[in-house]
């Protein structure tokens, strides 16, 4: 048996080290009309991934009509001016093309995957869809009746009610405060021609960001890109840059319960956190890897759920925007032991705003997110998807080289300064979802 796990610690390694060592650096240049292109070329395998974003996400919803990008993403693969949906689905099937959109807070996201063998399909497909889409009156009222659906449904997950309910709590006055799928009441007032507009204003091209990997060359995707989305509107987009979040979070109740009729109480605490580009941004990783990440070794699972069983597991993350965004911890509990697992929780907030971290922890911490983060490159859509991300928030081409030495660098009296920036528990709003009582 020992021999066994021996073993397999060994090809773990071995696969960490091959994750690491296969080339993540991408070649960076400007398309047609300012578009920004990160090609990574890898020729393993006849795929390509592709991940194109524009800053037309949630945040840009018009207030009272939250919905308008989940919608726009819902329907942005329903078809072309000369293919209905299902025409344009039938065609993209018949080459094996995957090609849809997602809707994130600041980003609208278009992803799409092919054989390297049917670029020209795929791109084809993608410049209709983007510069000739369909947008008619029958996909919109199916969009808006499924977003309807499926914002019922997650009603029913406390977690999802406590999000919401923390989001408002954190955001008052900002977009951020407004869930990315939108609102049952927002949704009543979006438009067809909301959908419309907001089509025209995200995919200009010079607030574009186009990241490429798999088995394509610099020339073949320079010829894709003339051929196909030399049409892109040249302008800068007129969507504003997103205003700046206040740090002041309002004054409601800093504790807020939901009654639903539930076996557990799911609790949340969150406090604004950092920008993306925010200086503190690695420290703040190593912070949260040593309080509530991943793993059962953090702060949070030993006290809470190793030593008491108040728990199945505890976490904490934080999101940060081109603003501010929040730093949450979440658990569930059973209803009678909800207010000793908010005591503790409160308890090791405090105490790692007092006295930091140790030696051991920092090392420990710095040595499982060093080793660990090649595992988030080792596959196409990935590397795709983490360099749309670079592209995006203008992370800088050297942001995977340097990554690794930035974690390294970061030091306890780093942690010590974040931690009381941070994680006083006077910051924090609290939100429980559970039974009226214990």
Known sequence: MRRYLVFCVLVFCVLVFLAWSSPVQAEHFTGPGGLRVYLLESHANPMVEVRLLSRGGAVHDPPGKEGVAAISAWMFNEGSQALSSSDFHERLAFHGIHLDATANMESLQVNLTSRSEHLEE????????????????RDFLR??????????????????????????????????????????????????????????????????????????????????????????????????????????AGE????????????????????????????????????????????????????????????????????????????????????????????????????????????????????????SFPLYLDGLGKLASIWGTIGFYQLGDDYLQQWPQRIRAVSRVDILRVAKRILDPARFFTVTVGQATP
């Open 122 to 137: 795929a791109w084809a497909g993608l410049a209709d869809l983007l510069l000739r889409p369909r947008l008619d009156e």
């Open 143 to 248: 969009a808006v009746s499924e977003q309807k659906a499926s914002i019922i449904k997650a009603q029913e997950q406390p977690q999802t009610v406590a999000s919401l309910r923390m989001h408002r709590l954190l955001f008052p006055n900002h977009p951020y405060g407004a869930p990315v799928s939108g609102t049952l009441e927002g949704l009543a007032k979006v438009t067809l021609a909301d959908v419309r507009r907001r089509h025209a204003e995200a995919w200009h091209a010079p607030d574009l960001v186009l990241a490429v990997a798999g088995d394509v060359t610099r020339a073949q995707l320079e010829g894709l890109l003339r051929r196909h989305l030399a049409g892109l509107d040249a302008t800068p987009s007129p969507l504003p840059p997103v205003a700046a979040v206040s740090v002041s």
């Open 252 to 371: 409601q109740a800093r504790q807020q319960h939901i009654a639903m009729e539930l076996p557990q109480t799911t609790i949340m605490l969150a406090a604004l956190g950092i920008k993306r580009q925010d200086p503190d941004y690695y420290t703040l990783y190593v912070l949260n890897q040593i309080l509530g990440g991943a793993g059962l070794t953090s702060r949070l699972s030993l006290e809470i759920r190793e030593k008491r069983g108040l728990t199945y597991g505890v976490y904490s993350r934080f999101s940060p925007f081109s603003e501010t965004g929040p730093f949450v911890v979440v658990m569930k509990t059973k209803t009678a032991s909800r207010q000793e697992a908010l005591t503790l929780l409160g308890q090791e907030l405090q105490k790692m705003a007092d006295h930091g971290v140790s030696e051991e922890e920092l090392q420990e911490a710095v040595q499982y997110l060093t080793g």
